[in-house]
């Protein structure tokens, strides 16, 4: 693990951190498709970048940092946490990129604010929505609907719409776990947390796996795949959590949460440089529009003092 310490002091560190955050998670989609597109089942790949990503967390935090292992009731909230955000946010979204762009699938996972809004409004009646609000949504859904009519006429593999419903299922399961983080606090270090959840979920989508997809025997995965699941590993995992938790720690929450606005935009740029993906003037400004949107409704949340937790990595 690298040692924050080392890192540049002041906000000039935390600036490059958040960079580093931005551009690597934005990347992680692209890695993401190029490990489906090769020879390794979407469940298999993401069981075993979960795997490799959680041991590596969970042996620094217990042998490192000497921590305990987690109680019977954090590892009941830690399996629902695993099975929201790594099995189906994470896992139906990687299947996702069989089927749709990856700048489309990273698009699609950022909105995942207006889904929290609508829900805690409808099933717990504490959202306050405003005009701002609504603004939001409205300008979220537009931008969608361009991006979308831009890809939908266009030569697609078998399935385009069945992917744009794996990637809307894995946003609504992240919006689902957002809620349940935000209603149930765990007394557990964070990271030490993630870490479970990725291990936890490893066996899961493993299991998975084993029951819904032909499994490829790891001495058949191909080069290719194996540097895209060691890319997601190290650069995905490790060093973009060691840089996000810097920058937070550096910079004022609301910069340092502009990752989450750049991810999109960075996965639909080298999705279309290394994987010749569709991008247009129209794309990139549907992008925009929706981004802009998503804003908005952070932005008129936090003035009601209540803050949506930002959006994942891939």
Known sequence: MINLNNLPKGKTGGYLALATTSVLWGTTWVASKIAVSGNLPPFQMASMRQFFGGTCFVVFFMLYKKLPLPTLKQFGWL????????????????????YIPTGFS????????????????????????????????????????IVFYEHVFEAHPEGFLFGVLL????????????????????????YYGIGWQMLISSLILFAISQTTQPV?????????????????????????????????KKLPAAIS??????????????????????????????????????????????????????????
């Open 216 to 248: 490829i025997p790891l001495q058949e995965v191909s080069l290719k795949v194996w540097l895209a699941i060691g890319y997601l590993v190290v650069f995905g995992s490790i060093i973009s959590f060691i840089a996000f938790i810097y920058s937070m």
């Open 79 to 98: 399996l629902v946490l695993g099975l929201l955000m790594f099995v189906f946010a994470n896992g139906l979204s990687t299947w996702s990129l069989l």
């Open 257 to 314: 949460s502009l990752y989450a606005y750049i991810n999109p935009l960075v996965a639909m740029v080298t999705g279309g440089i290394v994987l010749g993906e569709k991008l247009t003037l129209n794309i990139l400004w549907g992008a925009l529009v929706t981004l802009a949107g998503v804003f908005l409704v952070n932005y008129s949340i936090k003035r009601n003092s209540r803050e949506i937790i930002a959006e994942p990595e891939l």
């Open 167 to 190: 990637s809307v299922s894995a946003m609504l399961s992240w919006s689902a776990g957002t809620i349940f983080i935000a209603r149930n606090k765990l007394n557990i270090n964070p």
């Open 106 to 145: 990273a698009l699609i996972g950022a909105l995942y604010p207006f889904s929290v809004v609508i829900a805690e409004r409808l099933f717990f009646k504490n959202r306050n929505l405003n005009m701002l609000t609504f603004g939001g949504l409205l300008l979220g859904i537009t931008g969608i609907g």
